[in-house]
């Protein structure tokens, strides 16, 4: 019996379960039946282990960053997800439910999208499989990754921009929960994080675990051990982290360490998507999780200078590995982010995802020993931000 994975019920400890409107039960329980199932099935994993590795790019390098870990005092190793077709660890998890969608029968996708890294990964797989595909976007973030959209288009999904509430990933989550329910027998929901009702924080957290099954090869072979001393990933609704996370999460001599987005810092809670830090438990999008919401139980708009982690909602895993103090986390700052990721670029000539230099930034805050083996999840790379980067930095 795992401690911190999920129990047979849909729940990690408190956090969790499917909290759906009647339209969709059937749909949330179909998929209950069939993931394990299907995902388990010889021929599916056939499918889905050569895509990976032929298409996706897999397995993504364990790099050892000699200069970061000059700079540091530990042995720093990043997982390089940024080298993934498309630019992010989010493929990994569309492809595997677009797959398993199809062989529910399925003819139609929707899903949400922040950055927009999830629903070109969508919009990619859509493409790869002539699928029908919809993706709903907040409209702030359609004007501040507009790439991203253009890439989605290129790829023929319909962008559709969201104008309530702040215009963001909440936003967008929202409506594309609201075509599903609209649509519930041939549209599939590929959800981008291990968010949503169970089983999709189970179903995304096994798409993703292929990060820490490499992990735990390529640390072996690199440098004798399977596990190092610090796992460190950053926490949007947390797939990346989850999946970095995943062989782990029962072996407490590894530090999990997430990190999530402080925007102007947690004393202005009303400009900050820290959701472990000033959440509380809530149900959100269909599962029971912290969420940041005012006096009344309102959800509050969360802000970040991140489009991909500023959501006001956590996944059930990691409120749960916060809560029971397995894992550490940190809130760390639009400016701690942007710093972070000058410094990555200059040390190692890698262009972070703003998404990513969250973790990065948790380096300097870290007391590690000069033994200490650090494995980093860099979950995306920095194409999508270069606006914000050369505003920033005056490029
Ligand atoms: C979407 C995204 C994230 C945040 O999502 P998680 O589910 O928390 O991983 C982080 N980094 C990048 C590059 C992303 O695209």
Redesign the pocket.
């Known amino acids: 019996m795992s401690k911190y994975n999920i129990d047979e019920n849909g729940y990690y400890g408190r956090f969790g379960g499917a909290y759906v409107p009647e339209i969709l039960q059937k749909n949330v329980s179909e998929l209950k039946a069939n993931y394990l199932k299907i995902m388990q099935d010889p021929t599916f994993k056939s499918e889905l282990d050569q895509l990976l590795h032929d298409y996706v790019g897999r397995p993504t390098p364990l790099y050892y960053a000699k200069r970061l870990s000059n700079l540091y005092g530990a042995h720093i190793y990043l997982k390089r ?2 080298l993934c077709h498309t ?4 493929l990994n998890n569309a492809l595997g439910q677009l797959l398993l969608a199809k062989r529910m029968g399925k003819t139609r996708i929707v899903a949400e ?6 629903g070109v990964g969508t919009a990619t797989v859509c493409a790869l499989m002539n699928m029908e595909c919809v993706v709903y976007m907040g409209a702030t973030d359609v004007k501040r990754q507009y790439l991203n959209v253009q890439r989605m288009r290129m790829l023929g999904a319909k962008v559709v921009p969201v104008e309530t509430g702040n215009g963001t990933l909440k936003d967008a989550t929202n409506e594309a929960i609201r075509d599903w329910c609209c649509n519930p027998a041939n549209t599939h929901y590929i959800i ?4 949503g009702p169970d089983p999709y924080p189970d179903m ?1 957290a096994r798409f ?1 675990s292929v990060i820490s099954d490499e992990i735990r090869k390529q640390l072996k072979a690199q440098c004798g051990r399977e596990t190092p001393d610090y796992l460190m ?11 970095t996370f995943y062989h782990c999460l029962d072996n407490e001599n590894v530090q999990l360490i997430a990190a999530e987005a402080a925007g102007e810092g947690i004393d202005h809670p009303d400009r900050s998507a820290a959701t472990i830090h000033l959440g509380r438990e809530g149900v959100l999008h269909g599962s029971r999780s912290l969420v940041m919401m005012d006096e009344d139980g309102q959800i509050t708009e969360a802000f970040s200078i ?1 489009a ?2 500023d ?1 006001p909602g ?2 059930p895993m990691h409120a749960h590995l916060a809560q029971t103090g397995r894992s550490k986390v940190y809130a760390i700052t639009d400016d701690e982010a942007l710093q972070a990721a000058l410094t990555l670029t200059k040390a190692e000539g890698i262009i ?5 230099a ?1 973790a990065l930034a948790v380096l300097p805050k870290c007391k590690f020993k000069k033994d200490d083996v650090v494995v980093l999840t ?4 920095g194409d ?1 931000d270069m606006n914000t980067y050369a505003d920033y930095f005056k490029l």
């Open positions: 997800e940024d630019g992010a660890h989010k999208t922040g950055a927009g890294q999830h981008g994080s291990v968010v995304v993703q990933a950053c926490v949007g609704g947390g797939s990346n982290a989850a999946g991140s991909g982690l959501y956590v996944g972070p995802a703003i998404e990513s969250h860099v979950s995306g790379r999508k």
